[in-house]
């Protein structure tokens, strides 16, 4: 048995196979060749290999999206063949005497910049397309096959670190744990397993090689320790371990149904944060109120292209119609910083996290905007939507956003298509300007939602993706505790309501505290709900101050 110690992100016990996760960019080195014929042999069995992964990936997309959603498997097999590359790889073997890896990735890259350079944007599009394929044929060249995970049982995930747009290619039936060697701990990696209610580890240096790959193991993200190919007497504690929890579960679901109301009488919402439709399952079955967030991000990151307007409607009708009645809070774009989309040919930046990002994009490139803003609008006519605008720092955005909405409203107006004309419009409140002006803003919106994550990487100044930086990342630090009750007070002198949608908002141990400062909302992941639920059922908020004043 050999034990590796991380950080634990979220807790639970699970036990299973490892699958050391394969990135799709394998980092090509040059190396000279004696046989360039067998180099090219190579070459064209990996062509072979890409082609057939794409052949599987167009059909199981034909079967789970339809066949538009799979044109693009397609359109990547003509690329694979496109005579011009192969022509170019095959030169260069030639001509170096180099091995293939290194010929295809001159060869992407020469594409790519190639299609970047053109006037027409659907060529630039073209230019993420030859990335994609290139690094296929490289990962085959590696005899890797495809990257992701491959096993057809569930499987603990263990990876360098995982990109948000990685993250939302995976089937997450097979996943049953998270496992990285870098990431953060309010990286969206770790959000992902908090909304699949899996442990999470992070920070562990575990190897990442083939020889581990498929090893026996356990993930302890109570104590933060992966055990590869435990001992008999381990298994048996930790099979202990997730018995005990399965039977405190089993305790929550007891409290389905009933209404989230402290001994003395205040009641509070509890809703579900989303990042796609497949989450829908959990909302429903750890019975949230609502959802209260809605990443609508990750429907534009598991995307090849923008989406259309029709590909978003129908996404947000479902989680409207899913939910029947209940509010679905749907936040606009949220992109750029750790969340990019190739497509979106954003600018390499030094500050992403203060960049272009969110909001800023929207109101900088509003036909993207309008286009979701049309969706959610139309999507409204099938149940209880509102929208929420990210990364806000001024009444100015809120009143050119406000002014964008009444635009599309209009343009619905007069195509004589339905959406529910009192829409309720939101803001989050994560930057510490948004903090400053709440009483400006409340006045222009119906409510607040604090995004405890951002709100406390702006406050601390500290990245909320650098490892490095944990220990220093303080959401309990009393800026943000002073903030939240700002913010609270502020939304309520205006007729506006206050909710947390941030990781914090699931803190059991701050969850008297939000009931003291009058929140009316915690948005959380779904499978936090049901244990803030028995917090909420426990407290009497007028005894909870009696004694913290005392
Ligand atoms: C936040 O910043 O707290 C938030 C909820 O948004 P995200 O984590 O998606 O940035
Ligand atoms: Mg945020």
């Not at 909710?499 to 699931?506: K, M, N, R």
């Amino acid at each position: 048995m050999i034990i590796f110690e991380g950080k634990a992100v979220f807790e639970g016990v699970a036990i299973g196979k490892l699958s050391i996760y394969k990135k799709t960019e394998t980092a090509v080195k040059r190396e000279k060749v004696d046989d360039v014929e067998a180099e090219i042999k190579r070459y064209e069995n990996a062509r072979e290999m890409a082609v057939e992964q794409l052949q599987a990936l167009h059909d199981k997309a034909v079967k789970e999206v339809g066949e538009s959603g799979a044109e693009i498997f397609e359109a990547h097999q003509l690329m694979v063949e496109d005579g011009d590359y192969i022509d170019s790889v095959e030169n260069i073997i030639r001509t170096e005497e180099v091995n293939a890896e290194f010929a295809v990735a001159e060869t992407g890259d020469n594409f790519r910049k190639m299609f970047l350079e053109m006037d027409d944007e659907y060529f630039r599009g073209r230019a993420a397309d030859v990335k994609d394929i290139t690094e296929r044929i490289v990962n085959c060249l590696a005899g890797g096959g495809s990257a992701g995970i491959e096993s057809d049982e569930p499987v603990i995930v263990v990876a360098d670190d995982l990109a948000p747009s990685e993250t939302v290619q995976m089937d997450k039936d097979k996943i049953l744990s998270f496992v990285t060697v870098h990431g953060s701990a309010n990286s969206h990696t770790s959000i992902l397993a908090k909304t699949m209610n899996i442990p999470a580890i992070i920070g562990c240096d575990i190897p990442l090689t083939d020889e581990m790959d498929g090893k026996e193991a356990i993930v302890d993200g109570f104590e933060g320790k992966v055990y590869i190919e435990p001992d008999t007497e381990i298994l048996e504690e930790k099979k202990k371990i997730v018995q005990r929890e399965q039977e405190k579960k089993a305790l929550l679901e007891q409290l389905k149904g009933k209404e989230n109301i402290t001994l003395d009488g205040q009641k509070i919402n509890l809703y579900a944060n989303i990042g796609n439709t497949k989450d829908l399952a959990l909302v429903l079955k750890n019975d949230a109120g609502g959802i209260g967030l809605f990443r609508s991000e990750f429907i534009y990151l598991g995307s090849e292209d923008y989406p259309t307007e029709d590909e978003q409607f129908v996404i947000y009708k479902q989680v409207a119609q899913t939910l029947a009645g209940k509010k679905v809070i749907i936040r606009t774009l949220d992109i750029g910083a750790d969340k990019q989309a190739d497509y979106f040919q954003l600018p390499h930046e030094e500050n992403p996290a203060m960049g272009l990002r969110a909001i800023r994009i929207c109101l900088t490139r509003p036909e993207i905007f309008k286009t979701q803003l049309r969706a959610i609008l139309r999507a409204s006519a099938f149940g209880k939507i509102s929208i929420m605008f990210p990364m806000i720092i001024s009444v100015d955005e809120v009143k050119k956003i406000k002014e964008i909405v009444s635009e599309v409203k209009k343009e619905l107006d007069s195509d004589g298509i339905s959406y529910d004309k009192d829409i309720e419009l939101g803001i989050m409140i994560e930057t510490p300007a948004a903090v400053m002006v709440a009483d400006e803003l409340a006045e222009e919106v119906d409510f607040f939602s604090v995004g405890t994550n951002d709100l406390t990487q702006y406050t601390l100044a500290i990245d909320r993706q650098n490892q490095s930086l944990d220990s220093f990342y303080d959401p309990h630090h009393p800026a943000i505790l002073r903030m939240l009750k700002m913010i609270v007070d502020a939304a309520h002198r205006h007729n506006a309501w206050a909710g947390i949608c941030g990781e914090l908002g699931a803190d059991l141990s701050l969850t008297r505290e939000f009931l003291a400062m009058g929140f009316d909302e915690l948005s959380v992941s779904p499978g936090r709900i049901l244990p803030i639920r028995k917090t909420v059922l426990e407290t009497n908020v007028s005894e909870y101050l009696k004694e913290k004043h005392s």
